[in-house]
């Protein structure tokens, strides 16, 4: 049977995750280094996997990142995410099973290995392990952002009404 709450609350936070996409593309550009952003619409999955099912994380992060790369991208940049947003999800999975590590620590790890995932993809794409110098640069910037984007999940869990988070509890 068909969970109706559950498929609308998942819809919303898809929306949420795809509205944070759009504003981020209408900054203007920032200090970052070349294929380094803040990824605003992460901080949806980081909420989320702290407050539903980790299938509900997997499920918003897919959906925003199949519907932003038809929106607004390209199958290269639908890959591209893919490789970071899966490999970053998982990890951070694991992170938060252990129980030894905040939203933050693993947030920051996620901002990481998104970037790692994305690097990945671009040694086999470009046929070239000379890009594995860039990750230095963006591996830093993967933790600072995935830290800003932590801080930012924590105080979205910490400012949640008791009915969402009541919500969440069921569903575990």
């Given amino acids: 049977m068909i969970d109706v ?5 998942d819809a919303l936070l898809i929306s949420l995750s795809l509205i944070l996409f759009a504003v981020e593309s209408l900054l203007p550009p920032v ?3 070349p294929g380094a952003k803040f990824g605003l619409a992460n901080v949806v ?3 989320v996997l702290y407050l539903l099912k980790e299938t509900d994380a997997l499920i918003i992060l897919s ?6 790369g038809m929106f607004a991208g390209s199958p290269s940049t639908m890959i591209f995410s893919a ?3 899966l490999l970053s999800l998982s990890l951070m999975i694991l992170l938060k099973r252990t129980g030894k ?3 933050v620590g693993v ?16 040694i086999f794409f470009a046929d070239s392990l000379k890009l594995v110098n860039y990750l230095p640069v963006l591996g830093l910037c993967g933790i600072f952002v995935g830290l800003m984007i932590g801080l930012l999940a924590k105080e979205i869990l910490r400012h949640l009404s008791c009915s969402l988070l009541s919500f969440g509890s069921k569903r575990k």
């Fill in 5 to 9: 709450r559950r498929l609308t609350l």
């Fill in 31 to 33: 200090i970052l280094p």
């Fill in 45 to 47: 999955t980081v909420a």
């Fill in 63 to 68: 959906a925003r990142i199949f519907l932003a």
């Fill in 83 to 85: 490789s970071g947003g």
């Fill in 101 to 103: 590590f905040s939203v």
């Fill in 107 to 122: 947030s920051a790890a996620g901002g990481f290995f998104h970037n790692v995932g994305q690097l990945v993809a671009a």
